[in-house]
């Protein structure tokens, strides 16, 4: 069964990237690479961290704050839970989530899991698309959201529509250009329905 081994995001400044990720967040999983492609507005996909408490959520949005992303959406409570986005120097969004609204312990920047959400422009079609390169869907709400099976993978990956996905990052939905994002994959290389780029593991 394929999944997402790790994803590459490219950037402008590499050195300032690296700086900013190795102070905020610190993630193994994700890659940083040179990157002059044009690209502007949403870039169609956001990173959101899964954490267990909202002082966890906290925690890591201060860092980020701190090391120079902008602030898209405070952190605070929702129906659903507790949770922030925020923008990377780089461009990057990122959304920090916790289905808790009580904080249980002392607040750690420790993540449970990672998600890439992909905002598509028709669900159904790339659902079929992933299902069909080796991918196996565990979750799928019509065609507003789909979830794919993880295992041992670092990462998840699921499927938003693109502007819902962008109204839960608290961006404008509208963008052109590169995505400026590689998915690391045994199940690649290949270029899916909305241009995201797929590439096998060196």
Not at 105 to 127: F, M, Y
Request: without cysteine; charged residues 20%; neutral net charge.
């Amino acid at each position: 069964m394929a999944s997402v081994d790790f994803v590459t995001l490219e950037v402008a400044d590499l050195t300032a990237a690296k700086r900013f990720y190795s102070t905020a967040l610190d993630l193994d999983v994700v890659r940083l690479q040179s990157s002059e492609a044009p690209t502007s507005g949403f870039r169609g996909f956001t990173m959101s961290l899964i954490v267990s408490q909202p002082a966890n959520a906290n925690a890591i949005f201060d860092a980020a704050l701190e090391a120079g992303a902008t602030s898209l959406k405070p952190a605070k409570k929702s129906l659903w839970g507790y949770g922030g986005a925020f923008q990377a120097p780089d461009g990057t969004v990122w959304t920090v989530a916790s289905q808790s609204k009580k904080d249980s312990g002392p607040a750690s920047r420790k993540i449970d899991d990672i998600v890439l959400q992909l905002g598509v422009d028709d669900v159904g079609k790339s659902k079929q698309f992933y299902v069909e390169h080796g991918l196996e869907v565990t979750k799928s709400y019509g065609g507003r959201y789909v979830e794919f099976a993880a295992e041992s993978s670092p990462v998840k990956l699921s499927l938003y529509k693109r502007r819902g996905l962008a109204k839960v990052a608290g961006v404008d939905p509208d963008g052109s250009g590169s995505h400026r994002l590689v998915i690391g994959s045994a199940a690649g290389p290949f270029t899916d329905p909305d241009g995201f780029v797929w590439a096998a593991p060196e």
